[in-house]
């Protein structure tokens, strides 16, 4: 144990080197060729198989197996990418135990599914490493089409419109592409830089331009696309952050999970990330669930996440749960926040007041207990902010606070498409993105050829 992990306050360099690279090696090691084979005959191969429905982007999770199974990890992976380009990425963070693997008939059968994530890894590494592309583009169409964030939706919608013949401009408001993919995922699950790699496979198709440092609504204006353009794709993702609506939550320590996890992701030295000795993170998600336990990694003694419902109410898997605690994060439930405790403009501690459900609703019990803590971390939601569509409201109708769209993924506004977590129904998840941007490429790709 490094000298000074127990140091209060936040403080960087809990760790020694060693230990910061052993914590954050690979979650789940790559299967090899034997490994992949011998699972990959686990399967069953079923007709109308409930994984494949399951899954968002519906890869034939059955014909991808099977042809691991024969030998054919190239034909595997084309397999994967005809219906999720981005599914190098998927096979590391998708909630594989809530989607395909949780209806896998051996999962029913036997409680032990075949192990679909890290198969579709497998594969999708044999191609991506000996740099193998399936696509190629059609001849060009002398169409242009504007895509507004290098995320999931953005990658995923570009690259089918490249295949397509049509030249694509992507538009991105940070200094990398990927979004969630490169920002806002756990380091433990995308190791060795692999959501860059990925981005240039996904280009690699070309037709695909990149501009970044370029924000809709600073730096470009919609109305401005949609005139220079023959169409434009929204996929920007969510700005806002909730807030947690509890005294003293502006106090020094009370950080944003998301801006945690973006700066630990971009770190060079995990050593120079300063982390609390006793750490409490606000919320029941995946965000809530990756900062407590990269806080754990970091070197932080005690870390608890405090959600206000109950554990069947969280979006956080029970796997996910389940892996935070056995990284010794403690997980609280039925408390909400309602005071940052600070000393001297200091944080040292919350006070939570414990709910319960009345008639269907979340209300106050009166009593409270408060928890020592030198950081805090809000990890309760994201919102859109709809200010970048540049008084475009009345053109682009919002619905719940998110751009409404119909089942083809358009707008209000003649031209513009959008998908990804901007939309109505966006689920946060890289895989149902990937699923709209794919899909708004074909439709967009329709209207332009008349």
């Not at 000074?4 to 020694?16: E, N, T, Y």
């Not at 994967?80 to 594989?96: E, K, Y």
């Not at 947690?244 to 999970?257: F, I, M, S, W």
């Not at 109410?313 to 005071?339: C, F, T």
Request: hydrophobic share 40%.
């Amino acid at each position: 144990m490094a000298q000074g992990q127990f140091k209060d306050g936040i403080v960087a360099g809990r760790l020694s080197q060693t230990q910061y690279s052993d914590n954050f090696s690979d979650l789940h090691p790559p299967l090899d060729r034997h490994e992949a084979v011998v699972e990959a005959d686990r399967c069953y191969f079923c007709y109308d198989a409930p994984c494949m429905q399951a899954c968002p982007t519906s890869i034939d999770i059955p014909m991808f197996i099977r042809q691991i199974a024969t030998g054919n990890p190239l034909g595997s992976a084309k397999t994967i990418f005809d219906q999720n380009i981005l599914g190098g990425m998927c096979a590391r963070v998708c909630p594989t135990e809530t989607l395909c693997e949780e209806v896998c008939v051996r999962e029913v059968a036997e409680g032990k599914p075949v192990q679909i994530g890290r198969l579709q890894r497998y594969a999708t590494d044999v191609a991506m490493e000996a740099g193998k592309q399936f696509y190629e583009r059609a001849a060009p169409s002398g169409k242009s089409v504007a895509v507004v964030g290098a995320g999931p939706a953005g990658l995923a919608c570009a690259h089918r419109l490249a295949v397509a013949g049509h030249t694509v401009t992507i538009y991105e408001a940070k200094p990398k592409a990927g979004g969630l993919n490169e920002y806002g995922i756990a380091a433990y699950k995308t190791v060795d830089d692999f959501a860059q790699a990925e981005v240039d496979y996904v280009t690699a198709v070309g037709g695909i331009a990149i501009e970044y440092g370029k924000a809709l609504g600073r730096d470009i204006a919609l109305a401005e696309l949609a005139a220079t353009h023959d169409a434009v794709f929204l996929g920007m993702g969510l700005a806002g952050v909730n807030a947690l609506r509890a005294e003293g939550e502006d106090a020094p320590g009370v950080d944003n999970a998301v801006e945690f996890i973006a700066g630990l992701r971009q770190a060079d030295d995990l050593g120079s990330i300063p982390v609390g000795r006793r750490v409490v993170v606000i919320g029941g998600g995946m965000t809530a669930i990756d900062a407590a336990i990269q806080s754990k990694l970091l070197g932080a003694e005690e870390v608890t996440i405090c959600y206000r419902r109950g554990k069947e109410h969280m979006n956080a898997s029970e796997y996910e749960q389940d892996l935070a605690a056995s990284n010794g994060v403690v997980i609280r439930h039925w408390q909400q926040p309602k005071r940052v405790v600070a000393v001297n403009g200091t944080t040292v501690g919350i006070e939570l007041e414990y709910t319960r459900l009345d008639q269907g609703k979340l209300v106050g019990t009166g009593e409270v207990v408060t928890l020592a803590a030198d950081q805090v971390f809000k990890a309760i939601g994201q919102t859109f902010d709809a200010a970048p569509l540049n008084g475009s409201g009345n053109a682009i109708a919002l619905e719940q606070g998110r751009i409404k769209v119909d089942e083809e993924g358009r707008t209000s506004m003649k031209s513009v498409w959008a998908g990804g977590d901007c939309i109505v129904g966006g689920e946060d998840l890289t895989v149902s993105a990937v699923a709209q941007g794919r899909d708004a490429a074909d439709s967009i790709n329709r209207a332009l050829s008349g």
